[in-house]
């Protein structure tokens, strides 16, 4: 999108997930952007209120020359809109019945898998011994596994991510990554290689080592 500047407001990268899924969107435009971090543990958190119209992060401020200052909040709204203003960066696949999966499986993220979400937080530094997962996790767990099966059997021969090459659908799924990596969770051999395509990636990385500054920097404080 022609001279627009990016700001993207993010939680404590240790802990906030929604906020990795819009970073990783943002990354994977290639467009410069800045990162606004609201620290979870400190009285930063009370201003994502104020910040964000939903009082949530992520949220995008775009400022382009001449307009009004405008706002997209809710990581996927964002990875919508950062598809369309960077339509050469493909952060959809570009078959459209891909693009129709790619969609459906980022949907089924963005309004599913709660029992995961709840009894297995994001804590990307974290390595619990002996973590037990009651039944409605496990089916969560499985109903990944299977997804991600049929994505990378499908439609991911020409790459290591979901749908050959990075999309959206990555960045939907990478947090569950981390989660199944901080909590020991057994994997089949797909998922497997799921992980570790995703954990070797550049921006996940780069995202890994601020989560562990920041709590380094959280626990020495406490
Ligand atoms: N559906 C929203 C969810 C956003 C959300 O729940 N964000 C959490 C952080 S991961 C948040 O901002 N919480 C505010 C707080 O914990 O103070 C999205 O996809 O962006």
Known sequence: ????????????????????????????TGAPFETKLFN?????RAQIAQASPSGLVPALNVTRAGQLPFMVWDSLAIGEF?????????????????????????????????????????????RPANHALNDETKRNVERIQHLWRECRQVYGQDGDFLFGSFSVADCFYAPVVTRFVTYGIPLDATARSYV????????????TQGAAHEEELRKKSA
Request: charged content about 20%; proline content about 4%.
């Open 196 to 207: 570790e395509a995703v954990t070797s990636w550049a921006a996940m990385k780069e995202w």
């Open 40 to 44: 979870f543990h400190t009285p930063e």
């Open 82 to 126: 950062l598809a369309e203003a960077h339509p050469n960066a493909h952060l959809w696949p570009e078959d459209r019945f891909a693009r129709a999966r790619a969609r459906s499986v980022s949907a089924e993220m963005h309004s599913g898998f709660a029992e995961l979400r709840r009894t297995c937080p994001m804590d990307i530094m974290a």
């Open 1 to 28: 999108m022609a001279s627009a500047t990016y700001s993207l407001l993010i939680g404590s990268r240790n802990f906030s997930s929604w906020s990795l899924r819009g970073w990783l969107a943002m990354k994977l």
